[in-house]
């Protein structure tokens, strides 16, 4: 799946080098586009304000706006088409239970009867507008920029240096985990054992679930030992450089004065 940072004498890479084999995660794709040559810091910070405006919307009508607008902005971004409808509609799958109990919830269940209410119906539907826009302009943030330009530009924003860490060594060694549970999965195949609603098969997957336990803590103390060896103390340090064009300035202007705009316009009505 990748190779794991597991002795001192191994390299160190933020991005995954995938193999042929199952439960493989997928790095995030980072397309050619408009968006992908903006200055990163601008990007980042007009992206969460415009996430947080979504947020703060009451009214289903500035909700569609607000996902036809994200929809947009993923298009601009040309998200592959395949990875984007994949996961924004295992979202909305999720969402789709909240559409359906929010009328009844709303108008209350009694004993024998349950009668859906037009404010329920509505409520979630504004509800599954702002997830999905919301969902929309995180993907759109995560394709848009390569990973670690996104975390260099969070740095520079003062994002604590502990966070950024954090974020790189989890999404780096997700993908570890995911190739060690790819090899516990195909030694359990050779030997004989395949999946059933048995005992058996209950204590087997508790006994592949604490194997993988064990494993990722003994690959941290690796990795932990191998970082202290290279005067890891804890802070991030970049080599990276930006710089502002007119380009960053304008997208930022324009899709924050948007959201605030929508916001305000909602707020008043």
Not at 70 to 76: D, G
Not at 179 to 197: H, K, M, P
Request: glycine share 8%; proline share 4%.
């Amino acid at each position: 799946m990748v190779r794991a940072l597991a002795a001192p004498g191994e390299g160190f890479s933020l991005n995954p080098v995938p193999v042929r084999m199952k439960f493989q995660l997928d790095p995030l794709p980072t397309p050619d586009s408009f968006l992908l040559h903006l200055d990163a810091r601008w990007k980042l910070a007009a992206l969460v304000l415009a996430a947080a405006a979504v947020a703060l919307l009451h009214h289903l009508l500035s909700g569609a706006l607000a996902l036809a607008g994200s929809l947009a902005l993923a298009l601009l971004a040309r998200l592959p088409w395949r990875w984007f409808v994949t996961r924004l509609g295992a979202v909305a799958g999720f969402l789709g239970v909240v559409l359906i109990l929010l009328p009844a919830l709303a108008q209350g269940i009694s004993w024998l009867n349950v009668q859906p209410a037009l404010h329920g119906l509505e409520l979630g539907a504004l509800v599954c507008s702002k997830a999905l826009a919301m969902i929309t302009l995180t993907m759109v943030l995560l394709a848009a920029s390569p990973l670690s330009d996104l975390l260099k530009a969070a740095h520079s924003l003062r994002v604590p240096g502990l966070v950024i860490q954090l974020a790189t060594l989890t999404y780096r060694y997700a993908f570890v985990l995911s190739g060690e549970l790819a090899r516990l999965r195909v030694a359990l195949r050779v030997r004989g054992y395949r999946n059933r609603a048995t005992r058996h098969s209950y204590r087997t997957v508790g006994h592949v679930a604490g194997t993988l336990l064990v494993r990722a803590y003994e690959r941290a103390e690796r990795v932990g030992q191998a970082m202290r060896c290279r005067g890891f103390d804890g802070r991030f340090r970049t080599l990276g450089e930006f710089r502002t064009r007119a380009a960053d300035v304008a997208f930022f202007c324009l899709l924050v004065t948007s959201s605030a705009a929508l916001a305000l316009w909602d707020f008043v009505r």
